[in-house]
């Protein structure tokens, strides 16, 4: 086990519970946590070289911290925020798993650690996130098939949100937005694809 894995492993064990209880509790320590990453945000996006790229992720991060305040207030906002994490959380594991264990064709033009199996595990480990949907009975009106197309698209936006973000870090020839996080890089290393999918549960929903 190599020493950025430990650090991963702790860094996530020690602040993962902090976030779950403050968006649980909701109200002012949902609004610190938001600010928190607003100040870490604007710390990574100032970092950048290229003006292009500031400009596209100061507009993404924006509306993702509008669409966060807007889902909150949502009739049933908590497990909309919940799902979101899930479904992220997964498709980053399974896209992790599959690419470490199995390989395969790396899509180097965005990325030279991401793979086409990757993507494959993003959207098979996603799909565990129905055992969340199932037991809060959430989306009870629609039928299975449209949970798992619903599912199946989230992962997409996840996917394409992990990309976005590794393509702007190539621009600007860094290897990580920041150090802040140990083990994880920076904060847009971590929320890439959580911010794409936030904003278009926003759109969605409300």
């Known amino acids: 086990m190599n020493s950025n894995f430990k650090q991963r492993t702790l860094f996530s064990i020690t602040f993962a519970p902090i976030v779950l209880l403050a968006i649980f509790f909701g109200n002012i320590y949902f609004n610190i946590l938001l600010f928190i990453i607003m100040i870490i945000g604007l710390y990574e996006i100032r970092k950048l070289k ?4 500031k400009i596209i992720i100061s507009l993404l991060f924006c509306y993702f911290l509008y669409s966060c305040l807007i889902l909150n ?5 908590k497990h909309l925020i919940f799902l979101l994490l899930i479904i992220t959380w997964l498709s ?3 896209g992790y ?3 470490k264990f199995f390989g395969g064709k790396k899509i180097g033009y965005i990325s030279p650690n991401k793979t086409y199996t990757g993507i494959f595990g993003s959207i098979l480990f996603s799909q565990f996130s129905q055992i969340y949907i199932y037991y809060f009975n959430l989306f009870s009106n629609e039928n ?9 698209i989230s992962c997409f936006f996840v996917i394409i949100g992990d990309l976005v973000f590794s393509y702007i870090k190539r621009l600007n020839k860094i290897k990580d937005y920041s150090n802040m996080l140990k083990g994880h890089g920076g904060l847009f290393d971590r929320i890439d694809g959580l911010i794409f999918l936030t904003i278009i549960f926003n759109i969605y929903f409300t």
């Open 50 to 53: 290229n003006l292009n790229t």
């Open 73 to 77: 207030n949502h009739s049933n906002g």
């Open 97 to 99: 798993m599959f690419g």
């Open 92 to 94: 980053d594991v399974g």
């Open 144 to 152: 299975n098939f449209y949970k798992f197309i619903f599912v199946f």
